[in-house]
């Protein structure tokens, strides 16, 4: 139905980090300086954003990229594997966190509509519905429209 952030997500992202990982890493023999291993974290961090749509991930910090690079990349001679590549991105992920118009929608439909819909009846026909029945029913339907819209 809509999109959300666990395990479904995991699925999705597994197969575009491996792609991101075999376009950019797969070479054992290239050297990388810090600025190409930047660049090519911050491809596969947009390569991210776009298959995702509306969950958004920052960029990294360069401070960050190179902690989770140091911690996670073990064998400093050899060049970095899928697990320790898919790893690096967790950290940075989770530390650089998630931004984007969904937890806005989120809340303006769930919180916003129904408060703005309450005073709207309370001003053109306070008595026509109850309280008790009409809140619940707007709520529900902004509900129904998230997850018609798949913000949900």
Known sequence: MGQTFGKE?????GPLVGKCYDKYFAD???????????????ETVEEMNKMLGSTQFHVPK?????QAYNKHHKG????LSKDE????LQDIILDSGVTGMGI???LLFIFGIPVIT????????????PNDVFIPAVTSA??????????I
């Open 9 to 13: 997500e995991n699925k999705d992202i």
């Open 28 to 42: 054992p023999n290239k050297k990388w300086n810090s600025a190409e291993f930047y660049h090519a974290v911050c």
């Open 62 to 66: 360069s401070s960050t990229l190179e």
């Open 76 to 79: 400093k001679e050899k060049s």
């Open 85 to 88: 590549f898919q790893k690096i």
């Open 104 to 106: 806005k929608d989120i």
């Open 118 to 129: 309450t005073f709207i009846k309370q001003r053109a026909a306070p008595n026509a519905v």
């Open 142 to 151: 902004s509900v129904f429209l998230l997850a018609k819209l798949n913000k």
